[in-house]
Nanobody, 119 residues
Framework: QVQLVESGGGSVQVGGSLRLSCAASGRTESIYNMAWLRQAPGKEREFVGQIRWSDSSTVYGDSMKDRFTISRDNTKNTVYLQMNSLKPEDTAVYYC????????????WGQGTQVTVPS
């Protein structure tokens, strides 16, 4: 099993920055990649981006790459989501998730952290 704990959410003004963290524990050697997803009220869950555990290569969702950056601290088994130039439409619950195989669905989920960008 793998446990994921997010932190770093909050309220930030338009144009501000925020960094979310996702700490993984347990059988982290089984992780293939970790991802960030978000869900705004009344909307479907949206893929933000992912980082591969083996080489820290990243993939981002459409329109995310310009303002969002995913990184990883190997020593802490922690993945970060740096969000810059935040907009009201970035308001959502942000989740981190992990999968054990590239072709599988996400096997593990964090509890989510709220990010609010008031208009």
């Amino acid at each position: 099993q793998v446990q994921l704990v997010e932190s770093g959410g909050g309220s930030v003004q338009v144009g501000g920055s925020l960094r979310l963290s996702c700490a993984a524990s347990g059988r982290t050697e089984s992780i293939y990649n970790m991802a960030w997803l978000r869900q705004a009220p009344g909307k479907e869950r949206e893929f933000v981006g992912q980082i591969r555990w083996s080489d820290s290569s990243t993939v981002y969702g459409d329109s995310m790459k310009d303002r969002f950056t995913i990184s990883r601290d190997n020593t802490k088994n922690t993945v970060y989501l740096q969000m810059n130039s935040l907009k009201p439409e970035d308001t959502a619950v942000y989740y981190c998730a992990a999968k054990r195989r590239w072709f599988s669905s996400y096997d593990y989920w964090g509890q989510g952290t709220q990010v609010t960008v008031p208009s």
